[in-house]
């Protein structure tokens, strides 16, 4: 590897996981991950009066979402833009999706705190070991990329969405400002969840290339690798157990946010269609925004489809692996021990392949 090439990996090491522990930090702050890290270790931890206030604000924000519609209908009722009704349905579509998204994503991350605790917690140690064993710059420019235009649609919707709220500051009430602030937050709260899940699955990518990259490389006939070898066996359990520890952390708000993007879209496009049948033109604020979402909505299928992808590839390079090692070891019964724990586990979404290492095992 080039002197180049490492200062890039180094460089994109370090932006992403400061972007990753920014996003961890925000979703802490929005409550969305209640759950606080101790200085020392560095360990994620529940604790029982930041359980209760994410559940009080919770209830409080369940309580005032039917009063918080109303009053956002006829704030917007107030802006006097050309085709109201249109505009009306579509804001109001999207503002009952995002809160909806939100309150069912913050209940389901409060029910599941003590397994995304654990979740954040195994991940970080994990990332952590293949720093130490594999390098400290695994992260890749496509990785970091992803993560980065993911991270950029938000902040430009956010900007748009502050500019819109400081033209409204001379036509409404400053309760009624106080009111789409906190519209504004839900909005915020469902584009941090849908950032947390990305930054993880993304971290998750990172390693999967990483272990791959080790077992292309690594040789076939030499007795010498079997400790590394037993290090990516291990790398490879803990991969899939995390993968599915992340299927069963954000499943439901996974789901939520993929149908939020599609009423999302379908709703724009509805509005497109109206102003076009009506007028005869475009209306590029609707096209400019249908394209967003759909940028967002194929960035969060892809990420997950490409970590599926690299699953399947380290699963076939070990099938593929055949070492032939001369003299038994004592790691031989750690290595047979993951090969039985490795051939019970199924693919993440796969469904249709079971690992079978038992004759990668079958010379030692």
């Known amino acids: 590897m080039s002197n180049w090439t490492q200062r890039r990996r180094r460089l994109c090491s370090v932006a992403f996981f400061f972007s990753l522990r920014a996003v961890l930090l925000t979703a802490q702050v929005m409550l969305l991950a209640p759950l606080l890290r101790s200085k020392p270790q560095g360990a994620y931890r529940t604790h029982a009066v930041l359980t209760c206030f994410a559940l009080l604000v919770l209830l409080l924000l369940c309580g005032a979402s039917p009063f918080l519609l109303r009053i956002i209908a006829s704030t917007y009722e107030r802006v006097g833009v050309q085709f109201d009704a249109i505009f009306l349905l579509i804001a109001m579509t999207s503002q009952v999706s995002d809160i909806s998204i939100v309150l069912i994503s913050m209940l389901s991350q409060i029910c599941q705190r003590r397994a995304l605790c654990e979740f ?146 379908l709703a724009n496009l509805y509005a497109q269609l109206h102003y076009y049948v009506t007028t005869k033109a475009w209306w590029f604020a609707f096209v400019f925004y249908c394209a967003k979402i759909s940028v967002e909505l194929y960035l969060l299928i892809h990420v997950v489809y490409f970590c599926c992808m690299l699953h399947e590839k380290v699963t076939n390079l070990f099938l593929d692996r055949d070492l032939d090692f001369e003299e038994p070891t004592t790691l031989e019964p750690c290595l047979l021990a993951a090969s039985k724990r490795l051939q019970q586990q199924q693919l993440w979404l796969g469904g249709r392949h079971q690992l079978q290492l038992d004759h990668v095992f079958r010379h030692g």
């Not at 915020?188 to 990518?205: D, F, G, S, Y």
């Not at 390693?207 to 070898?229: K, V």
């Not at 037993?230 to 954000?250: G, R, S, Y």
């Open 120 to 265: 954040l917690n195994q991940l970080q140690d994990t990332a952590q070991r293949v720093r130490a064993i594999h390098g400290r710059n695994f992260i890749t420019a496509r990785v970091l990329l992803l993560l980065w235009l993911q991270l950029g649609l938000t902040l430009y919707d956010m900007l748009t969405q502050l500019v819109f709220l400081a033209k409204l500051a001379f036509k409404i009430a400053p309760w009624q400002i106080v009111v789409n602030l906190l519209s504004l937050y839900l909005q915020q709260c469902r584009a941090t969840l849908q950032l947390v899940i990305m930054c993880c699955v993304l971290l998750l990518i990172a390693c999967y290339t990483q272990l791959a990259e080790c077992l292309e490389r690594i040789s076939e006939d030499s007795s010498a690798e079997l400790s590394t070898y037993e290090d990516l066996v291990w790398l490879q359990m803990v991969l899939h157990k995390l993968t599915l520890q992340l299927k069963d952390v954000f499943q439901l708000p996974l789901f939520l946010l993929v149908v939020g993007e599609f009423i999302s879209v």
